[in-house]
């Protein structure tokens, strides 16, 4: 089973553990210029993530469990914590993980050891990994990764030794995080009772060097928060344009996408052309989004319910996997007729490792 490291929030929808874990500015470095974090505990005990648990039963989630447990020493149902993922630039080496979950650290040695490429060196006190990730390679990706364990419930990976030196003296409170910024923290403590949160600094210099990602050039701050309240899923999503005028312009785009999405809609249905249901869902929720402009800040938030998005995501398991499967019911995770059954697909989980060398 060759996993890449990209894929890694995607396998946090199918852990859990004992206490939730929030985004701790503590770790994460000063010169971030983002920061994503999943806290996996709210995640499970969310009406969402049980319906995905559930469904996930009918597609090989707990064959994929016990080979990791097996291989890895670690339960993804009860010892993984959360999942932070930062970096100090917008290349796609510039990234680091950090990964809180109690593991058999032997086992993890032994696979990486049995990996390709594998080496040993010294960073401090530390012992680090160096591995191919297959997946990576074979997609023609970055894809030596460094990684180490820090303590007895926390492994950090990096696609850069430098970036992995640095995420441990920060670790370690021996350089500055951005706990230290006051601006800083105080944008971070909306990840406070979130699913997912992420917050992206400096965005234009992500438009460096990509032709697809010019609009990004007007753009000064991003963040974006997911989190369950009662029986609707919430997301607020705030963008800082680099002046008033582009603040407007985006606001005005942002409209106009939802009202044509809604439109077209609308236009099928009156020239008697089938809407698939995903399509359907899509225009009611987007129904529910409201966009404001407030200076150079633009807001999108929407309440979507949580059955909604429930069914939304199994119309699109359901297109992607090419076959007909029962309506799910998001309070039970069972399909019409008392079925879990989908259409025979099976379950893959990103991982960082080949645990199949």
């Not at 499970?44 to 990791?68: M, N, P, W």
């Not at 086992?107 to 060196?121: H, Q």
């Not at 012992?127 to 419930?153: E, L, M, N, Y």
Request: glycine share 8%; charged share 25%.
């Amino acid at each position: 089973m060759r996993l890449a490291i990209a894929s890694m929030l995607i396998a946090a929808t199918f852990v859990s553990s004992a206490s939730a874990a929030g985004l701790d500015a503590r770790q994460v470095p000063a010169t971030a210029k983002w920061v994503a974090h999943v806290d996996v505990t709210r995640l499970v005990a969310s009406r969402l993530g049980q319906f995905v648990i559930d469904k996930g039963k009918a597609v090989g989630l707990e064959e994929k469990l016990a080979e990791v447990r097996n291989a890895l020493g670690c339960d993804l149902l009860t010892d993984v914590k959360g999942l932070t993922l930062f970096g100090d630039s917008y290349d796609e080496k510039a990234w680091v993980l950090l990964l809180d979950a109690k593991m058999d650290q032997r086992k993890v040695t032994r696979i990486i050891e049995a990996s390709e490429g594998p080496e040993t060196l010294a960073v401090g006190d530390y012992t680090v990994h160096r591995w191919i990730d297959a997946k990576a390679k074979a997609q023609g990706k970055p894809a030596v990764r460094f990684g180490c364990f820090h303590g007895d419930s926390q492994a950090v990976i990096a696609a850069d030794p430098d970036s992995l030196k640095a995420a441990l003296l920060t670790l370690d409170a021996k350089a500055p995080s951005v706990a230290a910024d006051d601006a800083r923290v105080k944008s971070l403590t909306a990840a406070d009772g979130a699913i997912l949160y992420m917050d992206a600094s400096d965005v234009a210099a992500a438009a460096k060097d990509r032709p697809r990602a010019g609009v990004l050039t007007n753009v000064r701050h991003v963040s974006l928060r997911v989190s369950e309240v009662d029986a609707d899923l919430a997301c607020d999503i705030a963008l800082t344009a680099a002046d008033l005028e582009h603040a407007q312009r985006f606001a005005k785009v942002l409209q106009g996408l939802i009202a044509m999405v809604e439109i077209g809609i609308e236009q099928k249905q009156a020239d008697g052309q089938p809407v698939r249901p995903g399509e359907q869902l899509v225009a009611d929720m987007l129904g529910k989004v409201k966009v404001a402009q407030d200076g150079p800040t633009v807001t999108i938030k929407g309440a979507f319910p949580v059955d909604a998005v429930s069914r939304l995501l199994f119309e699109i398991g359901v297109e992607r996997r090419g076959g007909p499967a029962t309506q799910p019911d998001a309070r039970d995770g069972q399909g019409k007729g008392g079925s879990s059954g989908g259409t025979g697909a099976r379950l893959e989980l990103h991982l960082p490792l080949d645990l199949n060398p």
